[in-house]
């Protein structure tokens, strides 16, 4: 695809984010703050959706995994033993000609010098070290004996919680602990939509080790990782895993991945699948001074657990999942003519909304009461949304649109008015495929339940 159609179609999916309610761009009506975004009405949805099945398959279904939901602002002990305070930052380079802020990567180099991406100019500051960390006081004092920060990455809330949460759920190596939630970076330049946000929230699990168990683990989690992408609907050949070279790994790291998708604006990371060794317990234990050892009731050793940590953003994968379902097809119209028609192919697993019940008509007083009935048999299962308004198939292209899986219709059938045997019986139609069945009503639930887990 060229870069041409490419850039159209982030556009369109940045202009159908808003206009159906997935994505709009923060403090809007006072122009908007760079970097910040609110999730519509859809968008939480969708949201919400990702987070419970990150939930279901990383704490839920397994016996080694246990949540946490930390704090944002912790004491600045913790930055500082994390090397957070000193070196999460990223070089940023000031165009003296066209004023603009860069990140030093940023910078354009065709061969004749770096150059500003906005005004092509050369008079370029030197790159300088730009904290990452949005900095506040707490308490009524604002000096230095009160900062801290709003924390950059959930980890931190799990390395320093780790003996509580050992000593109440009693796990054995190898265990993890994970947490979904939010963090905030001041990055020197937001952009790609919410891809790079100063707001974002992240689905985190460190998983605790022995130190001869960390490399193979990696690999797990690894695959872990790129299933769990497969079963929310990414296509496994948008997928693409980057192994980390030694130069840009964190010096404590024995290995990293970056998993990555191919966005319409390129190439980009999704999650990070980094072998940590025992560096970040290690700091926490030499900072507080308070043990963080594990007890090998086997061996009677004491030692620092090593871990594995697979970290993924929200906001990206949503943003995947958006640009991953997008597309767009021809279909006919009430008339037989076809016409494009915009799909989001959501899996039904993450669809905003699962199931859409329409009556056939908005004035016929049986259908409507049929349809309601059929609303409030699903709605303790699943999400479901009812419209009564317009042609049907205007109906059908609007859930199309916003990429609800199921569509279900009550007609004269339904009232079993020529067919008796048809009597409380409805069609079901498929979002992808268009195709319409016959299904019994009490059948629905355990129908569409199946599909959509
Ligand atoms: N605890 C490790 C850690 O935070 P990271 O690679 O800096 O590692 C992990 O972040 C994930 O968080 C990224 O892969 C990305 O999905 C998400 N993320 C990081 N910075 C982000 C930003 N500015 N906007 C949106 N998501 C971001």
């Known amino acids: 695809m060229s870069t041409v159609t490419d850039a159209q179609r ?46 279901r398959v990383m704490v839920h279904e397994r016996d080694d995994v246990v949540g946490l939901d930390g704090s944002i602002l912790m004491n600045r002990a913790v930055w500082k033993a994390s090397g957070h305070e000193d070196t999460f930052s990223d070089p940023m380079v000031d165009c003296r000609s066209c004023k603009a802020r860069l990140r030093a ?29 949005f900095k506040t006081y707490v308490g009524a004092t604002e000096d230095e004996s009160s900062v801290t920060y709003l924390r950059p990455e959930t980890a931190q809330a799990i390395f320093v919680q780790f003996k509580n949460v050992l000593e109440v759920s009693r796990k054995k190596l190898p265990f993890g602990i994970a947490q979904i939630g939010k963090a905030f970076r001041n990055e020197i330049n937001p952009r790609n939509f919410t891809f790079r946000s100063r707001e974002f929230e992240q689905m985190e699990l460190e998983y605790f080790c ?22 929310i609907g990414i296509a496994r050949d948008k997928l693409h895993v980057l192994t980390v070279p030694d130069e840009e790994r964190a010096f404590y790291s024995k290995g990293t991945y970056d998993i990555e998708y191919d966005f319409p604006f390129g190439r980009q990371e999704l999650e990070g699948v980094a072998y940590r060794t025992d560096y ?53 119209d009430e008339k ?15 669809a905003p909304i699962k199931c859409a019940v329409f009556p056939l008509l908005k004035n016929k007083e049986q259908l409507v009461a049929k349809a309601k009935e059929i609303v409030d048999l699903l709605r303790p299962q699943m999400f479901v949304f009812y419209d009564e308004s317009g042609a049907i198939g205007r109906r059908y292209r609007r859930q199309d649109e916003i990429g609800t899986p199921f569509g279900i219709t009550v007609d004269f059938e339904t009232l079993g008015e020529k067919d008796s045997t048809l009597r409380d019986t409805v069609t079901l139609r498929e979002r992808d495929s268009m195709k319409q069945e016959r299904v019994a009503i009490k059948d629905l639930p355990d129908i569409l339940v199946s599909r959509i887990r």
């Open 105 to 133: 990567d940023q910078l354009i180099d065709k061969g004749k010098g770096r150059q500003c991406p906005n005004c092509g100019g050369k008079d370029l500051t030197e790159p300088r070290a730009f904290n990452l960390m």
């Open 10 to 55: 982030m556009e369109k999916i940045v202009s159908l984010c808003k206009r159906r309610g997935l994505i709009f761009q923060s403090s809007e009506i006072y122009g908007g703050l760079n970097g910040l975004w609110d999730y519509g009405p859809l968008g939480v949805e969708l949201k919400r959706n990702l987070k419970n099945y990150w939930w």
């Open 210 to 231: 022995r130190a001869e168990e960390g490399m193979k683990l990696l690999e797990y989690w690894k695959d872990e990782r790129l299933k769990f992408y497969e079963n």
């Open 280 to 332: 970040d317990l290690s700091q926490h234990q030499k900072a507080s001074g308070k043990s963080l050892e594990y007890f090998d009731e086997e061996t009677k050793q004491k030692f620092i657990p090593h871990v594995v940590e697979p970290s993924a953003g929200v906001d990206r994968t949503v943003l995947a999942l958006i640009c991953e379902a997008y597309s767009e097809d021809q279909a006919p």
């Open 336 to 350: 037989g003519k076809m016409e494009t028609r915009l799909v989001l192919r959501f899996h039904p697993r993450i």
